[in-house]
């Protein structure tokens, strides 16, 4: 059975840094697409940021230029670094994993994997 596990939450001021991680493991097939998802209050879950095993990257316009996925394909990790943080980017953190070779979209997609989410929170 797959389990994905985040890491790395937890409160920070407006301008910090946080940064965010990933596992996986019980997979018996390649993971080609990891990434992350949040959920603030009230809101629909969306698209974080998104990393394939082609080296495929898409970011929400919201977190482009301030946030960078990367991941370490053979320990099968993925992290998240979120620079200049705000207000809004309050929300829970889902890691999601996919074992076939086709980018998260903006809508999550239940069969995928998914980590139980983490809470990132940002205050003035």
């Known amino acids: 059975q797959v389990h994905v596990a985040e890491s790395g939450g937890g409160s920070v001021q407006v301008g910090g840094s946080l940064t965010l991680s990933c596992v996986v493991s019980?997979?018996?097939?390649?993971?080609?697409?990891m990434g992350w998802y949040r959920q603030a209050p009230g809101k629909q879950r969306e698209l974080v940021a998104a990393?394939?095993?082609?080296?495929?990257?898409k970011y929400a316009s919201a977190v482009k230029g301030r946030f960078d996925i990367s991941r370490d394909y053979a320990k099968k990790t993925a992290s998240l670094q979120m620079n200049s943080l705000k207000v809004e980017d309050t929300a829970v953190y889902y890691c999601?994993?996919?074992?076939?070779?086709?980018?998260?979209?903006?809508?999550?997609?239940?069969?995928?994997?998914w980590g139980q989410g983490i809470q990132v929170t940002v205050s003035s």
């Open positions: 990393l394939s095993s082609g080296g495929r990257t």
């Open positions: 019980g997979n018996k097939f390649a993971i080609n697409v």
């Open positions: 999601v994993a996919r074992d076939i070779d086709y980018n998260l979209g903006e809508t999550p997609d239940p069969l995928d994997y």
